[in-house]
T-cell receptor, first 113, second 114 residues
């Protein structure tokens, strides 16, 4: 079975531009997570969905960030407008059931100039 | 609040040495879950193990073993006879408090030299 799929793998954009990151979870998984990894803050959760419903978005930095999960096989994380401090690796992960292991995608390395 | 501390920032060993990575956690929950993940230089996060708070049995998987001690709030990870391919950053993580969110430690970078 394919793992979690993320696109794009790398994104370089200029400050002020809109950025959309995409994620396809493992088929059959009902929870989806977005994490961000930076040198300063380490790995931190931005938001997670259970059965396509947002459960915890307390980690979303500010209104510039939004996430959607229109169906069980697709989620997006959007940053508008982007800022240099948003530069990070963004990981999507999925899991089956509750409190089970999360399987991570390869990540999207975002650079905002 | 939940917290995970990995006090060892970097460890360097020579191949075939045993190495233990420390993880100390803080939580007020009686039910919680502990995890270890590996992040090799290629950058992906690889799941290694999950433990719930009611299961204190140690676990062994090949050269990997885990020691969970509730009395000291620790969940340590030992690699026996380390190999160069074990070089990676290892993260300990915790979930609970009614949330599936993983709270990660800062990670320990392990370098195994030939």
């Amino acid at each position: 079975d394919a793992g979690v799929i993320q696109s794009p793998r790398h994104e370089v954009t200029e400050m002020g531009q809109e950025v959309t990151l995409r994620c396809k979870p493992i088929s059959g998984h009902n929870s989806l997570f977005w994490y961000r990894q930076t040198m300063m803050r380490g790995l931190e959760l931005l938001i997670y969905f259970n059965n396509n419903v947002p459960i915890d978005d307390s980690g979303m930095p500010e209104d510039r960030f939004s996430a959607k999960m229109p169906n069980a096989s697709f989620s997006t994380l959007k940053i508008q407008p982007s800022e240099p401090r948003d530069s990070a690796v963004y990981f999507c992960a999925s899991s089956f059931g509750r409190y089970n292991e999360q399987f991570f995608g390869p990540g999207t390395r975002l650079t905002v100039l | 609040a939940q917290k995970v501390t990995q006090a060892q920032t970097e460890i360097s060993v020579v191949e075939k040495e045993d190495v233990t990575l420390d993880c100390v956690y803080e939580t007020r929950d009686t039910t919680y879950y502990l995890f270890w993940y590996k992040q090799p230089p290629s950058g992906e996060l690889v799941f290694l193990i999950r433990r719930n708070s009611f299961d204190e049995q140690n676990e062994i998987s090949g050269r990997y073993s885990w020691n969970f001690q509730k009395s000291t709030s620790s969940f340590n990870f030992t690699i026996t006879a380390s190999q160069v391919v074990d070089s990676a950053v290892y993260f300990c993580a915790l979930s609970g408090n009614g949330s599936e969110k993983l709270v990660f430690g800062k990670g320990t970078k392990l370098t195994v030299n030939p």
